[in-house]
């Protein structure tokens, strides 16, 4: 049996790159994905930068939603994303991926999974000299 979720590894693997194409973006993660399935696979957090600007597509997101021509027209590429919701517009902001092997412990509560990932994800910014934390106003910006 795995570790309990208070016991979990607090190694991971801290990748930054430069700005990339949403191509190689989700070419990146799918890649992670498929080694998070290997056993000795060690956690990833990776920071993202877009560029060119990019609409990134939920799972199951219908692209006729997205105009495509005005995106072609403007240089916005256009990418579907492993994980699910809607459309995000990438344009100067700063993204990350979490990938974890199967394995992971984790808590089975949702809100002990975000507040443990939001945590690592805090302690990484840290170590890169940035302080952040987690809101308490979910409406709040």
Same mark, same amino acid.
């Given at each position: 049996m795995g570790l309990s979720a208070s016991e979990a590894p607090?190694?991971?693997r801290l990748v930054?790159?430069?700005?990339?194409?949403?191509y190689s973006q989700m070419a990146l993660d799918h890649a992670l994905l498929l080694c998070a399935r290997e056993d000795g696979f060690l956690p990833v957090l990776r920071f993202q930068r877009w560029e060119p600007p990019a609409v990134s597509l939920g799972r199951f997101q219908d692209i006729s939603e997205l105009d495509l021509e005005e995106c072609a027209r403007w240089g916005? =590429?256009?990418v579907r994303r492993p994980t699910g919701g809607k459309a995000l517009l990438h344009?100067?902001?700063f993204t990350y991926s979490v990938i974890l092997p199967?394995?992971?412990p984790l808590p089975?509560?949702?809100m002990a999974r975000y507040r443990r990932i939001s945590g690592g994800i805090i302690r990484a910014l840290g170590k890169?000299?940035? =302080?952040a934390r987690v809101g308490d106003d979910p409406g709040g910006a």
């Open positions: 607090r190694l991971l930054r790159l430069p700005p990339m194409s949403s916005i =590429e256009v344009l100067n902001d199967p394995s992971y089975p509560d949702l890169l000299g940035l =302080e």
